[in-house]
């Protein structure tokens, strides 16, 4: 059984940056891909960063190209994601996730087997 931790939410002012962090369970990033997703109200979960269980190319959506960064630390069983120039729309609960997705199905949260409780991230004005 694998289990995600998340850490790293809070309230920060639109501009500014927060790290979250994912601790998985050991052996986790051997044999699963990793991603983050979003949830905010009323709306679907989304797909945010990914990457994959070999390799270390890093997928994102691009409404968070060039201000997310995802890093993994496969010594820590700890996946990252650093977000700078937040703005209010990225407000939402963040989720780290683990599967094993084929390339296609990447940024498809239906590929992901396991979550986090997803820590809450609000951007204010």
């Known amino acids: 059984q694998v289990q995600l931790v998340e850490s790293g939410g809070g309230l920060v002012q639109s501009g500014g940056s927060l790290k979250l962090s994912c601790v998985a369970s050991?052996?986790?990033?051997?044999?699963?891909?990793m991603a983050w997703f979003r949830q905010s109200p009323g709306k679907e979960r989304e797909f945010v960063a990914a990457?994959?269980?070999?390799?270390?190319?890093?997928y994102y959506a691009e409404s968070v190209k060039g201000r997310f960064t995802l890093s993994r630390d496969r010594a820590k069983s700890t996946m990252y994601l650093q977000m700078n120039s937040l703005e209010p729309d990225d407000t939402a609960v963040y989720y780290c996730?683990?599967?094993?997705?084929?390339?296609?199905?990447?940024?498809?949260?239906?590929?992901?087997?396991?979550w986090g409780p997803g820590p809450q991230v609000t951007v204010s004005s």
């Open positions: 990457i994959r269980a070999s390799g270390s190319n890093t």
């Open positions: 050991e052996g986790t990033f051997s044999g699963y891909g």
């Open positions: 996730a683990a599967g094993r997705p084929i390339l296609a199905s990447l940024r498809n949260r239906d590929a992901y087997y396991y």
